[in-house]
């Protein structure tokens, strides 16, 4: 096989293992919205205002925050009540 064969052979299997990562990261993102979506509000904000070791991830925080967006909270009303 020539370097070039080769090359491209390792370049599709890199782009193929990022779409992989890429769609793997997305289903989880969208499972994590559709369940907070059930949550109540102040369950919501609780999932902000977790911190150390056994407080919730950026993705889960993210997804209480863009929730709660939608619901109609303004950022600054996030903020006042996530601290």
């Known amino acids: 096989m020539s370097f070039w064969k080769k090359a491209l052979s390792v370049?599709?299997?890199?782009?193929?293992a990022v779409a992989s990562e890429v769609?793997?990261?997305?289903?989880e993102?969208?499972?994590?919205?559709?369940?907070?979506?059930g949550m109540s509000?102040?369950?919501l904000f609780n999932v902000l205002k977790?911190?150390?070791f056994?407080?919730?991830?950026?993705?889960?925080?993210?997804?209480?925050?863009?929730?709660?967006r939608r619901r109609g909270y303004s950022v600054e009303d996030i903020n006042k009540r996530a601290m």
């Open 54 to 68: 056994l407080g919730k991830s950026q993705k889960e925080k993210g997804a209480a925050f863009g929730i709660l």
């Open 50 to 52: 977790s911190d150390g």
């Open 41 to 43: 509000d102040d369950d």
């Open 29 to 37: 993102t969208r499972e994590l919205k559709n369940k907070y979506e």
């Open 23 to 27: 769609e793997k990261q997305a289903n």
């Open 11 to 16: 370049a599709k299997d890199v782009g193929t």
